[in-house]
């Protein structure tokens, strides 16, 4: 990477940019609604998300532009003796930052979290049609250990 990306918990005045690279992107363009103003129910959404200590929606920033985006929910269970893990989901990185490591810098941010929270475990998912994110993932050592469904409601 040429520059230093930072990270943080995002803010209100990162929501639109958030939802412009959530939009951006095939399948993404079908499922989101980037318009001005923006529809409140994203605001409900990141209201719900950063009053909850277990989730956190982290930015990655080259300066002051927003460049990346994931949210990490911390779930503990009943199994593995009562253990936590993290979810991430929603990574997206800006169309001008793709390839040049600014999706590797997000996920390794999101599993060192994930430790410094007592994690044994992290997952994520990702939509079949995505090749390139599942190959993406696998490199940085995921393993497609279990099968997802899903049910829309």
């Known amino acids: 990477m040429e520059t ?7 803010n209100e005045k990162d929501l639109d940019r958030i939802v412009a690279m959530l939009a951006d992107d095939v399948l993404g363009s079908k499922r ?3 318009e001005n103003p923006l529809p409140h129910s994203y605001m409900k959404a990141f209201e719900a998300i950063t009053s909850d200590p277990n989730n956190e929606l982290i930015v990655a920033c080259d300066g ?6 994931q949210q990490i929910t911390f779930t503990p269970y009943i199994t593995h003796q009562g253990g936590w893990r993290a979810t991430i989901e929603g990574v997206r990185t800006s169309a ?3 390839g040049k490591g600014v999706g590797t810098e997000l996920i390794k941010w999101a599993i060192q979290r994930a430790e410094e929270r007592g994690c044994h475990l992290v997952q994520l998912t990702t939509d079949k049609k995505r090749p390139d994110a599942l190959r993406f993932y696998e490199r940085l050592g995921f393993k497609a250990t279990h099968e997802g469904l899903k049910l829309k409601l």
């Open 96 to 98: 001008s930052v793709r």
């Open 4 to 10: 230093e990306i930072k990270f943080r918990m995002a």
């Open 32 to 34: 989101e609604r980037y």
């Open 64 to 69: 002051n532009e927003v460049v990346g985006v």
